[in-house]
């Protein structure tokens, strides 16, 4: 197939960026989105003007490097699919894709499609983690888990932290990335000693880099991994909770 | 094209004695350093993997001063993340026989015998460690409904000992040493440098002293030094051009501290693996793996007739070759990597293969649907199903998967002693990245184990014996000439590769560099194909220096730039894989020369003139590199033909 790809360009974080568009032959189907961005850099190479930057790693849907916005959209058009996992059969001959970097103004763009996510490492800097030095732990089977907590534990583990969710946001808030991480260790027994602290640490930490959920829910539509809305609310009663527990602990 | 012999025989420190007791009298030996004196002490981590990360959080536990550097956006991302299937440990919960010196006994046989006993023993013993430590970091594992951790099989192994978290294992480990590090990050104990990418090993005196970063969004040369070097920077299955390793994987960390005095073992030993989804089409970036745990529940076969061409499932049983089952009746499906590639690719030579390229062999989950239910397999395999049918439109639950081997894993890499230190003192390797404990072939579901071991658990404590004659002496000032010529060397370098202004980009090199590798380097080898491929490398090699394209300049992030350092130093490590492939004349594991097989096509090895390491020194471009050997003994595991039958 043949088609029309509308690109940001944008030379580095301080220079205004524009659209560029460019025409990209024999695209195979089976071609995945980022192998179709191959073929116009190899394209782009060969009539001397510079390739397009984007961010990619294991083109597996696993790492959460790439992500770009595809006509409007986090990812693309197919659900629970990252942008290297979203397939050319999705398009059609003839077709105009626009591609963009997330737009939101924590992560700024470095240069064209790619932008700097590293706020997203100050949150779990601040509190997405269990305080167990190496060589301290007990045997594993001491701590037994319910299957179901395991479970859900799981399910927001497997966040991939590529920043679809800020970026399908109105208000660019990074909330359902924030409870994921939260709520896979506050669902956990291990992640109990630590729970109250770790919310107020880490909801504070997210405050000060992105806007406010205010419920629109494209977050969970745009999530690559289907991670769950719930977690949010289960993250927010935690907080509130939080306040009062962490006085209690420090009064006693 | 001989290469110049022995010049030296390596020794590799390991502690004698009862094997079981060496690892603890060796920690014995080892010097301390007390906690008082660790915050004197600069170290330098690169790469943040598991290896990496598990490492550096665990150093900054200890109170020294670490600086960690990765080409990653974040700590949280590197390939380790990609791993799907599992991690072993000998926890023998399931009580099916397993214990320590199973462990350590299947991974010097799956490694075909070219393994250090000592190091794998270390392994096996710390494997359990391993899972207590990450279970506490809440790495949700799965469990069973009782509430206790879950165990499966996994190719190789005759025991229930993989522990997994879905088909996501690699991602929750990698991130539980993520956020160990991330919390030594929040407590100043460790220094963390994302988007930045070693050019330069910085040796004095014969020791490494430091490293040379670019940044790769503003393009800034700087020079680190510290007390001592970790590279931590994975495999170099990307020689291979197409691969299951992720996009950026490359071997320039490692081959620049083999040009600085790094020996480099084993190169020649790398993993195909069997179960990945076939090629489709010319603009194929890179290959998908299918988690070897499917082969517990699917059933791999092709049709009888070479000419069948019905869909398969059209084609009755007893006209189906299960061509595993029939050859390893006692394994089966479960025989180890090397074997399965090598009994697909017979399959394919001999015309036998499957689907509209015929290169791939059926992965069948009819029979397990049948006598499990769709749910068991769904709870068992969703996420790899859903991902199989993204990327070929195919629903493995109806119809079977395609799959063929392809390049996985590198058993090769820089030589280490006991204490995972390189030839150059004060320089170590860790994970991937060295040479160390899976011999000829790594069996599924110990790449984890390993890199985790030595990051958690080995590494933390042998890099003292070494640091602790340093103790109150200053790192070398960046100031200093090792440095400066250095960074002198990466800034002519970058210039060179804006300044050859030629017709071609550096993926184009690198595609044929790879068909040249996959074919005369990959799953069989002959003297003929790699002596042609010693000369294709010299001739590509020659062309990318003389009509390479790279556009942009070396101020900003530059893509193509950073991929032409590494596929350049791919150009050279290309040459010195097949010069150990040419001397080791023999089969083991991975390494298949088809000079050397049995009667029945199985590898052939020679105990006798082969029972050793091969660590490579550098002599210069072009230049036949030497042979060091380091002999491997074996007192506990009896050397003998591996059966699978
Ligand atoms: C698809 C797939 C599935 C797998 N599944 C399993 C499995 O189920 N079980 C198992 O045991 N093993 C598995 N493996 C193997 C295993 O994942 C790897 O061997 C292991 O994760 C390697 O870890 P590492 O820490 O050594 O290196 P990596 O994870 O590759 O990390 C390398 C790090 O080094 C950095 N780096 C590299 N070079 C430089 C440089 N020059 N400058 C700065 N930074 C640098 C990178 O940024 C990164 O942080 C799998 C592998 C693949 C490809
Ligand atoms: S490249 Fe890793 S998730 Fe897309």
């Known amino acids: 197939m043949d088609l029309a790809l509308k690109i940001w360009r944008q030379a580095g974080p301080d220079t205004p960026g524009e659209f560029a568009t460019y025409i990209v032959r024999e695209v195979s189907e089976e071609a995945s989105f980022l192998e179709m961005l191959d073929q116009l850099n190899e394209d782009l190479n060969n009539q001397g003007e510079e390739p397009i930057a984007f961010d990619h790693d294991c083109r597996e849907g696993i790492c959460g490097m790439c992500g770009v916005m595809i006509n409007g959209d986090p990812h693309g058009p197919q659900s629970g699919t990252a942008t290297c996992q979203l397939h050319m059969r999705k398009f059609k001959n003839g077709d105009t894709i626009t591609v963009e970097p997330w737009r939101a103004s924590a992560f700024p763009v470095i240069k064209d499609l790619v932008v700097d996510r590293s706020p997203f490492d100050r949150i779990i800097e601040a509190g997405g983690f269990i305080s167990i030095n190496t060589g301290a732990a007990p045997d594993a089977n001491i701590i037994s888990v319910p299957k179901e907590a395991a479970d859900s534990a799981m399910n927001a583990a497997a966040c991939i932290g590529c920043g679809a969710c800020v970026a399908a946001c109105p208000n660019s808030a990074a909330n359902l990335f924030t409870a994921a991480k939260m709520q896979h260790l506050n669902l956990l027994p291990q992640g109990q000693p630590e729970r109250w602290t770790r919310a107020v640490a880490m909801v504070e930490t997210m405050e000060e880099y992105f806007g406010s959920c205010t419920n629109h829910g494209e977050c969970e539509a745009a999530c690559p991994k289907n991670i769950s809305i719930d977690f949010i609310a289960w993250m927010n009663r935690d907080y509130v909770k939080a306040q009062f527990k962490n006085v209690a602990k420090a009064s006693q | ?645």
């Open chain 2, 1 to 645: 094209m001989d290469n110049e012999q022995g010049t030296s025989v390596l020794t590799s420190g390991e502690p004698t004695g009862p094997i079981e007791n060496r690892w603890d009298n060796h920690r014995f030996a080892t010097k301390l350093v007390n906690p008082a004196n660790k915050r004197k002490y600069e170290i330098i981590v690169v790469g943040t993997g598991l290896a990496g990360a598990s490492a550096a959080a665990t150093l900054g536990e200890l109170g020294y001063n670490v600086k960690a550097f990765s080409y990653h956006d974040s700590a949280r991302r590197a390939h380790s993340i990609a791993a799907q299937g599992g991690i072993n440990a000998a926890k023998n919960y399931p009580n099916d026989g397993d214990s320590i010196h199973r462990l350590f006994y299947d991974t010097i046989k799956g490694g075909d015998y070219r393994s250090r006993e000592s190091n794998v023993y270390r392994l096996a013993q710390v494997s359990n460690e391993i899972i207590d430590q990450t279970t506490a970091q809440g790495v949700p594992f799965a469990r069973e409904y009782g509430g206790l951790l879950d165990n499966r099989s996994f190719g190789g192994a005759q025991v229930s000992r993989t522990f997994y978290a879905r088909g996501q294992t690699g991602q929750q480990l990698l991130l539980g040493a993520y956020q160990a590090l991330a919390r030594q990050i929040s407590a100043g104990t460790v220094e963390f440098h994302n988007r930045s990418e070693m050019l330069e090993v910085v040796v004095k005196d014969g020791r490494a002293v430091g490293i040379v970063v670019r940044d790769l969004t503003t393009g800034e040369i700087t020079s680190h030094s510290a007390h001592a070097v970790v590279l931590a920077t994975g495999g170099y299955s990307n020689v291979f051009f197409l691969s299951t390793n992720a996009m950026a994987c490359n071997a320039t960390a490692i081959w620049r501290a083999h040009r600085k005095g790094a020996y480099f073992a084993n190169p020649c030993y790398t993993q195909i693996h069997p179960t990945c989804i076939p090629v489709s089409d010319e603009f194929q970036s890179k290959l998908t793996l299918m988690s070897e745990s499917l082969r517990n529940d699917g059933r791999i076969w092709v049709p009888l007739d070479p000419d069948d061409s019905r869909p398969p499932n059209d084609i009755p049983e007893d006209e189906r070759d299960f061509y595993l089952e029939r050859q390893y009746p006692a394994f089966g499906n479960l025989v180890p990597r090397d074997v399965a590639s090598r009994a697909a690719m017979r399959m394919i030579d001999q015309n036998r293969g499957v689907g509209p390229l015929k290169n791939g062999v059926y992965l069948d989950f009819h029979s397990a649907i049948e006598r499990l239910g769709k749910h068991t397999i769904e709870e068992r395999y969703s996420n790899l199903f859903e991902m199989y049918e993204r990327i070929t439109d195919e629903n493995p639950y109806e119809v079977p998967m395609r799959i063929y081997p392809a390049p996985h894993y590198t058993m090769g890499g820089l030589w280490v002693d006991y204490n995972l230190m390189t030839s150059v003192p004060g320089l170590y390797a860790i994970g991937e990245a060295n040479f160390s404990d899976h011999g000829a072939n790594r069996l599924g579901a110990s790449a984890l184990m390993q890199g985790l071991a030595d990051g958690y658990f080995v590494l933390p404590y042998t890099i003292g014996q070494y640091l602790s004659d340093y103790l109150n002496t200053d790192p070398v000032p960046i100031e200093d000439e090792a440095f400066t010529d250095a960074e002198d060397v990466v800034r002519e370098r970058n210039e060179r590769f804006l300044s050859i202004g030629g017709t071609r980009s550096v993926d184009h090199f690198h595609r044929e560099l790879g068909k040249v590798m996959i074919e005369h380097c990959g799953l069989a080898r002959s003297r003929e194909g790699l002596e042609k491929a010693i000369t294709e490398i010299q001739t590509i090699r020659n062309e990318f220096w003389s009509d390479l394209k790279v556009l942009g300049t070396s101020d900003n992030l530059n893509q193509s730039l950073e991929r032409a350092g590494r596929v350049a130093d791919f150009l050279e490590l290309a040459e010195l894989m097949c010069r150990d492939a040419l001397d080791r004349e023999e089969s083991c594991g991975g390494h298949f020369r088809v000079e050397h097989q049995t009667e029945d096509g199985e590898a052939l090895r020679d105990d006798e003139n082969f029972a050793f390491v091969s660590a490579w020194e550098w002599t210069g471009v072009g230049s036949p590199p030497v042979r060091h050997t380091e002999p491997l003994k074996f007192e506990y595991v009896a050397l003998s033909q591996r059966s699978y039958k």
